[in-house]
């Protein structure tokens, strides 16, 4: 059985039997708790204060069983230090009272109420983690639905009437194996995984106390190990290594669906393709909403593509991560409800038949996402962790996505999904992984390879993974020096709604996108002008600040107050026009037109005193008549249409040149490699064998690369 115990330094579990002595339980608090402590001071306690008190080495001679204790019981210990000068140092009642970040608190000094409960900052010893966090909304919506699956009558199997239940109609749990298979859902929710778990770790008949069922990998080597020896690398031992690692796929996915609420969004992200030759990625925002599809299913709407600064090659792409703005374009999001919630990239080739098609690279014969790009994924939602009451540790995996835009078995281009298994995210944190210049293999990492970074101490558990065998029997294989990567990731079903509704109704192809110059697209504010329609008398639908990518330019350009830019995006995401009006009336907005005005281009001037004004909402739907541009964007798909030429591929060579020029300094440049049919590794200016760890966090200013150097390997 498991007791947990909780004290000013944190809380642990132990594991007793209930025949041993209460002694035992003793000799390993000893172990768990600090070293200066009186061990004869310990007191055990039921409650956090004025509960049954008990002096805990004074218990000894009986069993756990017969004093009362019981598996998943919570208790509270208090006790002195050794040296403590006779003044006891806590008071029993309120272990936790007298203490601040870990440091004592004297009784004269004024602590105000909300601070007495923290403990010390340590993660390993943050007070019950799962009880301090704000739990995402859809999650809470969930957390509320009892999840079963209900089942109508059986006309031939139920034999009772309209009021009975029997095992052909019982309502089904919402893990249920049968009908997960039926319905072709390859991975159980999120949350029905935690209900089917929890089921197993909490049985309210016992009445136990509750114990968070979800616990995060960890294959680090433990900090502060009782067993007291100099901290790892100088010391280790069996308390504080990783254990061995068993790669199985993942049971469950965190997300089961991505929608994007408009076709417009892709096609926008592939026009850069289209006119460049060069890869793309961007940065997803959007919400995360319950998925009914699926049993207590979770689904990532997204409603807009931010394209960070990068290069693009026609393989890969490269960036900073983080790059300098993301904080600027999540406030932004904020404002519109949204978030970061993935990312997208994409891998297109066209195919050369001048049919518009592309090459499928990735399919069931070679891979469906790179190592490259599994740690990649993994570094990211490393980055966006998942908070979870349900988690000992307060976070439990995360729901950043990870869209390709690639080329189908058809040759038509198509988004796939995906996330990193948790595994694969702590393997990478852990430091114990890295890619190999095969994508469909991931490497393994050297414990004495220090090529990448002299000073690392890397402990590397044993990692196996089973497979099928030619004889059809399943056999576990040591992943060294590298395994498949089909166990380090998860496959999210994607789609569109049948009817469009997005978040952002802008008309007219929508305000340039960011980060473009390469492909002769700019934002600046006579485009502004431009857009909020100056040139026609300034009368405009309140559609045409509806649009992410203006908004994000605005927060930049600086001239709305915090007031007006919240009226803004109320504007763009609510389509109100009284709204509009209300921003129009605001001297942010006068500052803006004006500065739109001044900006040069003389057909902007609104000649003498001629108003600025909002128009109700022309359409709730994203339009794609383009009356200016006479352009026609297609939606997704884009059979029959010409792909972009490799001739323009050259001016964002030069350009991204430039860039590097640019960009000064830093580690090796290479490239986020889509390597597919030619698996050609590119790099640029590196000098080889320098480049930062991927899973560390990025230095400011230099230019971060996706990619690392990596080992060809092949497995026979
Ligand atoms: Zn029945
Ligand atoms: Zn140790």
Known sequence: MILRFRCQDGT???????????????????????????????????????????????????????????????LFLTYKEAAANGAPSTAPTAPTANRIDGKPVKPDEDVSESYTYTTNAHTSA??????????????????????????????????HGSKGMCDYCMPLEPYD??????????????????????????????????MPPLSEPFFRVKSNCPSGHPAWPAGICTKCQPSAITLQQQEFRMVDHVEFSDPGLIDTLLDFWRR??????????????PYP?????????????????????????????????????????????????GVIFTDLTDDGTGQGTVICKRHIDSYFLSSLEIALAARLQAEHPHPSKWSDSGNFGSNFITCVLSGNPDGNIDIAAYQASNTAVEMVRADIIEPSADPGLMLVRNEEDKSDNPSAARYVPEVFYRRINEYGASIQENAKPAFPVDYLLVTLTHGFPTESKPLFTTPNGGFPIE????????????????????SK?????????????????????????????????????????NDGFALSQTGGWATLLTICQESGESNLSFGGRRTFSFLPSASRKRRYEDEEMGGTPQPHASQGERL?????????????????????????????????????????GGSGGSEEDAASTASNGDERVLTKKMRRISLK
Not at 517 to 534: C, K, N
Not at 673 to 679: L, Q
């Open 177 to 210: 194996a049968k009908y997960m298979a039926e319905k072709k859902i390859k991975h159980l929710s999120f949350h029905s995984y935690l209900r089917k778990i929890n089921t197993a770790t909490n049985k309210p008949e016992l009445k136990s106390s509750y």
């Open 644 to 684: 972009g030429s490799n001739g323009e591929g050259s001016d964002s060579t030069a350009a991204a040149n430039a860039i590097q020029e640019g960009g000064g300094g830093g580690g090796e440049v290479g490239s986020l490699v889509a390597d597919g049919g030619d698996r050609k590794r590119r790099s640029l």
């Open 12 to 74: 642990f579990r132990i594991e007793v039997q209930p025949t041993d002595d209460i002694s035992a339980l003793y000799q390993k608090l000893l172990e768990v708790l600090p070293k200066n402590i009186e061990g004869t001071s310990i007191l055990l306690s039921d409650k956090p204060a004025n509960g049954a008190t008990r002096v805990l080495h004074e218990l000894s001679g009986q069993h756990v069983r017969d004093v009362g204790l019981n598996h998943g019981d919570m």
């Open 537 to 577: 008398g300034g009368q405009v639908a309140v559609d045409v600040v509806s649009d992410f990518h203006l908004l994000c330019f605005l927060h930049n350009f600086g001239i709305l107050d915090k007031d007006e830019e919240r009226l803004l995006a109320k504007v763009a995401t609510d389509h109100d026009v």
């Open 515 to 534: 980060n473009r110059e390469v492909v002769g697209v700019v934002q600046d504010i006579s485009t502004v002008g431009r857009h909020l329609g100056l």
């Open 293 to 341: 599809e699926v049993p207590l299913g979770v689904k990532a709407v997204v409603e807009a593509i931010y394209e960070p600064p990068q290069r693009g090659e026609t393989d890969g792409v490269a960036l900073t991560l983080p790059w300098e703005g993301a904080a600027a374009v999540d406030d932004v999001a904020a404002l519109c409800g949204l978030r970061k919630i």
């Open 276 to 289: 460049s030759g060069s890869q793309r990625m961007g940065y997803l925002y959007g919400r995360y909403v």
């Open 126 to 159: 943050i007070l019950n983690p799962w009880e301090k966090i704000t739990p995402d909304p859809v999650d809470e919506l969930l957390d509320k639905q009892d999840g079963k699956i209900y089942r109508p009558k059986d006309q031939k199997m139920c034999r």
